[in-house]
């Protein structure tokens, strides 16, 4: 009975398609320990179902709270950005602009677990200690008080999908990551970076997007229409759009907003949802990347990998390669 139910099961789940087509490359593979904190680029890591790792660098597992337990990120504080982190065997470590490096062994927090939250969502956590507290306060606050670090304890996911994201019938619980807003994985394609830049007067990255992975090669905005996609032989699939918020007119070098609203002027000038009932729940945000859920078993991205997404049937034979 068992096996029935397993494979009756198995035969339920969606399957990735058998052929793919090239669609580019990856160009840039980017991690964020500490949510709303600066980024540590990689040129390998591992994809996980938490998200991309690499020994004790994991994406979005460590977050700044208030002493009331609410998540902070740069949308209060845009100088969050300016502290950049890095991590050397079990030891983070961060930096920034006129203070002292501070270092935290996330080996030895084994201390109590609580529950703090993301958008309302219970989420545990663990205490990264006075020092580390003292110092974030010190930087972003001015006070010696009023922030603390947290790390997540566990190695999978707990969060159910936000209420706002079960508008998108593909992203599953499983793909909510640690600490992220919506899930595991967010792409951004340089062509379409390179569009909005058009209609720009100064210039954005991709940096601003705070996107895992950076694709060249595709042309702008062809990204939206892609459903499984593969980064070397990882396995992901397009589960919801990225909406856009306040935190991308944050200079993630300066840690200053634009006080023009840009990007997110601009993109709200074009690139919003039309689909009524997304719309209901996604107001006036506009969209740029997509978010990715893994639905492989976990493997190595790299630098430079080609990535693919599942062609259809439709689709011309010269186009098609196996998998």
Not at 188 to 214: C, G, K
Not at 222 to 230: A, F, G, L, S
Not at 311 to 320: A, D, G, K, Q, R
Request: net charge neutral; with cysteine.
């Amino acid at each position: 009975m068992f096996f029935i139910w397993w494979w009756w099961t198995r035969r339920q789940r969606p399957q990735p398609p058998s052929k793919w087509r090239k669609v580019g490359e990856l160009s840039d593979l980017i991690t964020f320990p500490v949510k709303s904190l600066g980024p540590i680029r990689m040129t390998a890591m591992e994809c996980t179902v938490l998200g991309l790792r690499s020994g004790w660098l994991r994406d979005r597992t460590l977050m700044v709270i208030d002493l009331d337990g609410h998540f902070v990120t740069a949308r209060q504080i845009p100088k969050m950005v300016q502290v950049s982190p890095s991590i050397k065997d079990s030891v983070l470590t961060l930096r920034a602009p006129g203070m002292m490096s501070m270092s935290v062994e996330l080996a030895q927090l084994g201390g109590k677990t609580f529950r703090t939250a993301v958008w309302g969502q219970p989420v545990l956590a663990c205490d990264c200690g006075e020092e580390v507290a003292r110092w974030l306060s010190r930087f972003l606050l001015q006070e010696d008080t009023g922030l603390r670090l947290v790390y997540y304890p566990l190695d999978r996911p707990t969060r159910e999908v936000r209420t706002k994201n079960k508008v998108y019938p593909l992203t599953e619980s499983t793909d909510t990551g640690a600490y992220p807003d919506a899930t595991s994985y967010c792409l951004i394609n340089e062509a379409s970076i390179t569009d909005l830049n058009s209609r720009l007067d100064e210039p954005v990255t991709p940096q601003q997007f705070r996107p895992n992975f950076v694709v060249k090669g595709a042309t702008a905005y062809e990204e939206d229409k892609w459903d499984w996609v593969k980064i070397g032989n990882v396995i992901l699939r397009n589960i919801q759009p990225c909406t856009r918020c306040i935190f991308t007119t944050v200079d993630p070098e300066t840690g200053t907003k634009n006080p023009k609203v840009e990007p997110l002027k601009t993109l709200k000038s074009y690139r919003q949802i039309d689909d009524p009932e997304i719309r209901r729940v996604s107001g006036d945000s506009p969209v740029m990347g997509i978010h990715l859920g893994l639905r492989g078993s976990n493997g190595t991205v790299r630098l430079g990998d080609p990535v693919y997404v599942g062609i259809t049937e439709e689709e011309e034979p010269s186009l098609i390669s196996p998998s």
